[in-house]
């Protein structure tokens, strides 16, 4: 496993994986950066692997701030919390299914979406063992709701929802006692982005196109509150590829990877850094999509208040 630096001018080893080097997704970093899912294990910076952590087909969150335990919906819908070192998962659900769940930055409450007894489908907040529930968000426009992630100051909530066959729509909902909803944007497929951790209104998304026709996907970036219009520099170099967004670094730059057009999940792409001031950076050549971004979280926020508006 291997490290390069913003600069792309340094290289490190990590860790030789050895057996964990089969089959590996986009690692995901701690929120302190010191620990790393490969696969379905956590690897430590010594080297040493825990024991199976969550079944294959799951993506697990890290709890917050310091990564201890983890949390991931399994295959029957039931929330699920696990020590991040092993030991037995407890279910900590409280809804008839839930579909996506993520950890408030603040570490004592998770947000999780779902249906409840009762039928009613949205965004609900609870402490990190499933309890005092609360929804924050009826799902009347929307039957599925997925890709939670908070902002790290804590007050938005980023996700996306289903309206329809071809309808994916990107929100993010302010919690608290004046709660809104905003849509960001709106596609026929479902949006994979990135909200930076050092300003929630940074943001870039990737959509697919059609890969059988040779479509590019879309690839948006947003940086309210940064500068006035500014835009991240790309060159020909990009035309007729798909910019899949990494992660966000420290001023305004982002981490993307650049990949042919094609359907194939196989198809290589090259890492680069863009920023609204330079030439994009070039970083590793021919990634096959194991690439993410290692960075320790700012401070944790005050958890959510007692206040909270349910909004449509």
């Known amino acids: 496993m291997r490290a390069a630096a913003v600069t792309a ?18 690692p995901i970093w701690s929120p ?36 201890t335990s ?20 407890m279910n900590i659900g409280f809804l008839d299914r839930h579909d996506a769940v993520t950890y408030h930055p603040a570490g004592e409450h998770v947000a999780t979406s779902g249906v409840a007894e009762d039928g009613t489908y949205g965004l609900y907040l609870a402490t990190n063992i ?24 804590g007050r938005w909530l980023y996700y996306t929802a289903r309206h329809g066959a071809r309808d994916w729509h990107l929100h993010r909902l ?57 835009e991240m520099r790309r060159g020909q170099r990009f035309d007729r590829r798909n910019i899949h967004v990494v992660g966000w670094l420290r001023s305004a730059k982002l981490v993307v990877r650049a990949a042919t057009t094609g359907c194939s999940t196989a198809n290589p792409g090259d890492v680069y850094v863009l920023s609204t001031n330079e030439a994009p950076r070039l970083i590793h050549k021919e990634n096959y999509g194991s690439v993410s971004v290692r960075i320790p979280m700012p401070p944790p926020p005050p958890p959510p208040g007692e206040e909270q508006e349910v909004v449509a």
């Open 9 to 26: 001018e340094d290289v490190t080893c990590l860790v030789d994986l050895g057996d964990l080097a089969a089959n590996i997704r986009s």
């Open 32 to 67: 302190l950066g010191d620990r790393v899912l490969l696969g379905d294990r956590a690897l430590s910076q010594d080297g040493t692997a825990t024991q199976k952590l969550f079944p294959l087909g799951v993506i697990p969150g890290w709890s917050r701030p310091k990564g």
């Open 70 to 89: 983890l949390v991931y919906v399994d295959s029957k819908g039931a929330l699920m919390k696990r020590s991040s070192y092993g030991g037995e998962p």
């Open 130 to 153: 499933g309890g005092e529930p609360r929804l924050v968000a009826r799902g009347e426009a929307a039957r599925f709701i997925t890709n939670l992630d908070f902002s790290e100051d």
């Open 174 to 230: 302010l919690l608290g006692e004046n709660a809104k909803l905003e849509t960001l944007a709106k596609a026929e497929k479902n949006f994979q982005y990135t909200v930076s951790p050092f300003n929630a209104d940074m943001l870039a998304w990737f959509v697919a196109g059609d890969c059988a026709a040779g479509q590019n996907g879309t690839f948006e970036v947003r940086l309210r509150g940064h500068s006035e219009g500014p």
